[in-house]
């Protein structure tokens, strides 16, 4: 999806979600009846009771505005959900091992008015071929799927879109570095046991459910802000292991990647890029040295032909440092994050959708 916002008339368009996880709480759910022209009519999740009793707890908290704490309802199945209300898009914030399955459903069930859109949590599939198939069952019904890649529509990577076109860093993009060691921003995960909380396994931490380890959940987010900056990643090469540390409880899921690779030629890169090397490390396997010695990384550093970019690469809030030739730093930029992650982009499919 480009994202750009439609400066039509707003009407409202009008959502469902299928799936209450942790994801709804404060990144993304409010979302979708607080961005302007739109309004959250129905939630979805298979345990039985479970939408209703979330909908009551908000109507306790005053979470809703008055208009949806009168008209939401809460389903146990997307077809009877589907059925009964008329909605215009769908968000899908089940675990990626569902999505598929739940898309099928979707496009399979007996709507009450035409879908325009399906807002699909990322990463969208498990695999490559789950993602395609995804594209693929929505564009047959001429339905937009639009992944959740909802840094792209932060303040903060717009910025980093206004620098690289002032020439900050020079006038090409000669190598993309980020590194990544410790689980740093992930939700639900603690690093003193291994990166599960309690006895029940994180879905991040399930190769069934995640399609991988943690480098499925946040490393697309990163690959994803270099394809809308840059262009394509090609020429991957990579290593992949199964780290661990010491510690016999820990998930058997990939836990350490590097890769090296090369952006490749197309129409969108913010500046020439082609050519450009690309070398990402993630790892996320449980540390039993001193943290000091040891801690946590999440570095994202831009390089051109006369400076950089570095900053964080996972939070919305986190500031931009420019560098010259010889990094030194030339200035910091500092953001405030949204309350919600995801309503920027939210903001901006509501705009293109009426």
């Given at each position: 999806?480009?994202?750009?916002?439609?400066?039509?008339?707003?009407?409202?368009?009008?959502?469902?979600?299928?799936?209450?996880?942790?994801?709804?709480?404060?990144?993304?759910?409010?979302?979708?009846?607080?961005?302007?022209?739109?309004?959250?009519?129905?939630?979805?999740?298979?345990?039985?009771?479970?939408?209703?009793?979330?909908?009551?707890?908000?109507?306790?908290?005053?979470?809703?505005?008055?208009?949806?704490?009168?008209?939401?309802?809460?389903?146990?199945?997307?077809?009877?959900?589907?059925?009964?209300?008329?909605?215009?898009?769908?968000?899908?914030?089940?675990?990626?091992?569902?999505?598929?399955?739940?898309?099928?459903?979707?496009?399979?069930?007996?709507?009450?008015?035409?879908?325009?859109?399906?807002?699909?949590?990322?990463?969208?599939?498990?695999?490559?071929?789950?993602?395609?198939?995804?594209?693929?069952?929505?564009?047959?019904?001429?339905?937009?799927?639009?992944?959740?890649?909802?840094?792209?529509?932060?303040?903060?990577?717009?910025?980093?879109?206004?620098?690289?076109?002032?020439?900050?860093?020079?006038?090409?993009?000669?190598?993309?570095?980020?590194?990544?060691?410790?689980?740093?921003?992930?939700?639900?995960?603690?690093?003193?046991?291994?990166?599960?909380?309690?006895?029940?396994?994180?879905?991040?931490?399930?190769?069934?459910?995640?399609?991988?380890?943690?480098?499925?959940?946040?490393?697309?987010?990163?690959?994803?802000?270099?394809?809308?900056?840059?262009?394509?990643?090609?020429?991957?090469?990579?290593?992949?292991?199964?780290?661990?540390?010491?510690?016999?409880?820990?998930?058997?899921?990939?836990?350490?990647?590097?890769?090296?690779?090369?952006?490749?030629?197309?129409?969108?890169?913010?500046i020439p890029a082609q050519g450009a090397k690309v070398v990402c490390t993630?790892?996320?396997?449980?540390?039993?040295?001193?943290?000091?010695?040891?801690?946590?990384?999440?570095?994202?550093?831009?390089?051109?032909?006369?400076?950089?970019?570095?900053?964080g690469g996972m939070g919305a809030g986190l500031p931009i440092e420019i560098?010259?030739?010889?990094?030194?730093?030339?200035?910091?930029?500092?953001?405030?994050?949204?309350?919600?992650?995801?309503?920027?982009?939210?903001?901006?499919?509501?705009?293109?959708?009426?």
């Open positions: 999806m480009t994202v750009s916002s439609s400066n039509g008339n707003f009407d409202e368009i009008k959502w469902g979600i299928i799936g209450l996880g942790d994801v709804i709480t404060i990144k993304a759910g409010p979302a979708f009846y607080k961005a302007n022209g739109s309004t959250l009519s129905a939630v979805m999740r298979r345990t039985p009771g479970f939408a209703q009793q979330w909908i009551e707890e908000n109507k306790k908290e005053h979470n809703f505005p008055r208009n949806v704490a009168e008209s939401i309802k809460g389903y146990d199945t997307v077809e009877a959900m589907l059925r009964d209300v008329e909605l215009d898009a769908l968000y899908v914030a089940t675990p990626p091992g569902a999505h598929l399955e739940v898309i099928r459903q979707i496009v399979n069930a007996n709507s009450a008015s035409p879908l325009k859109a399906i807002y699909v949590e990322k990463p969208c599939g498990r695999c490559a071929w789950e993602t395609r198939a995804i594209y693929d069952e929505l564009s047959r019904r001429n339905i937009k799927f639009i992944p959740a890649y909802v840094s792209l529509a932060h303040e903060r990577t717009q910025k980093i879109k206004d620098l690289l076109q002032s020439l900050v860093i020079g006038d090409r993009v000669t190598r993309v570095q980020y590194t990544q060691r410790g689980t740093s921003f992930a939700r639900g995960l603690s690093e003193s046991t291994g990166g599960a909380q309690g006895l029940t396994l994180p879905w991040r931490l399930n190769a069934k459910q995640s399609g991988g380890g943690l480098i499925m959940d946040m490393g697309c987010h990163i690959l994803s802000r270099i394809d809308y900056l840059f262009g394509p990643i090609h020429d991957i090469k990579s290593t992949v292991l199964h780290k661990g540390g010491m510690l016999p409880s820990y998930p058997l899921v990939e836990d350490y990647v590097s890769m090296n690779a090369t952006i490749g030629l197309c129409d969108w890169s913010v993630w790892d996320f396997s449980p540390s039993l040295k001193n943290d000091n010695d040891h801690p946590n990384v999440d570095e994202l550093i831009i390089g051109g032909t006369k400076g950089f970019l570095r900053m560098l010259d030739k010889d990094r030194t730093i030339i200035q910091t930029l500092e953001f405030d994050p949204p309350e919600h992650a995801a309503q920027p982009l939210i903001q901006l499919v509501v705009g293109d959708l009426i």
